[in-house]
């Protein structure tokens, strides 16, 4: 009966050792930077208990532009350049005609960037709209946003809005299906217990 036990028990521990922890869910909404800003960046910071599977993570957000922000110009001195950077890595790196002009562009393009829309009114400003798939890591992400501008917040200025993060933290990149070595573990395990089972008999 004691030997029974101790297999019963391993079996139990092979098995828990087998099945993958259940994902978390975190969601979290970021504080909105309305402006009118000038040139300049914006630092946001999240906690997570986990790292998410590769591009399991999302970002969404509101890019304002006031005024006559730019796009791409003949000259450089007319081009506004914005650049999204998570955790040291440059994801997005371009700019929009949100008032003052020129051509959309873009100089760094993450696989995961989508931008959702981008509109504008002539000397009014504009709206663009992004969603960006990324990675999370355990601990602090920090998320950078940056607006390359010449001219002061009189002429042209950004802001932020609508920041939303999403991703679920765990489990692992096989849709939560024990590995391999683990369901060998367990399948001897199993086995152990079967034969004491019949040596009992």
């Known amino acids: 009966m004691k030997r029974f036990s101790q297999a019963l028990l391993a079996s139990a521990m092979l098995l828990a050792a087998a099945t993958p922890a259940q994902a978390?869910?975190?969601?979290?909404?970021?504080?909105?930077?309305?402006?009118?800003?000038?040139?300049?960046?914006?630092?946001?910071?999240?906690?997570?208990?986990?790292?998410s599977a590769s591009g399991?993570?999302?970002?969404?957000?509101?890019?304002?532009?006031?005024?006559?922000?730019d796009?791409?110009?003949?000259?450089?001195?007319?081009?506004?350049?914005?650049?999204?950077?998570?955790n040291?890595?440059?994801?997005?790196?371009?700019?929009?005609?949100?008032?003052?002009g020129g051509?959309?562009?873009?100089?760094?393009?993450?696989?995961?960037?989508?931008?959702?829309?981008?509109?504008?009114?002539?000397?009014?400003?504009?709206?663009?709209?992004?969603?960006?798939?990324?990675?999370?890591?355990s601990g602090t992400n920090t998320y950078v946003f940056n607006y390359d501008m010449s001219h002061g917040t009189w002429d042209e200025g950004w802001g932020l809005r609508n920041l939303a993060i999403s991703?679920?933290?765990?489990?692992?990149?096989?849709g939560n299906v024990p590995e391999p070595a683990s369901l060998a573990l367990l399948g001897i395990g199993l086995a152990g217990l079967a034969a004491m089972r019949r040596r009992k008999t």
Request: net charge negative; no cysteine.
């Open 24 to 51: 978390v869910l975190l969601t979290e909404n970021l504080s909105d930077t309305l402006g009118p800003l000038g040139g300049g960046s914006e630092t946001y910071s999240i906690s997570s208990p986990g790292a």
């Open 56 to 69: 399991a993570a999302s970002l969404t957000f509101d890019l304002l532009g006031y005024n006559t922000v």
């Open 71 to 86: 796009g791409l110009h003949s000259t450089a001195s007319h081009t506004d350049t914005f650049t999204l950077s998570i």
């Open 88 to 100: 040291g890595i440059t994801l997005f790196s371009g700019g929009f005609n949100m008032g003052g």
């Open 103 to 137: 051509d959309n562009f873009n100089t760094v393009m993450g696989s995961g960037v989508s931008i959702v829309s981008t509109n504008n009114g002539l000397y009014r400003g504009g709206l663009t709209q992004f969603s960006v798939a990324h990675t999370l890591v």
């Open 167 to 174: 991703a679920e933290i765990g489990g692992n990149d096989n």
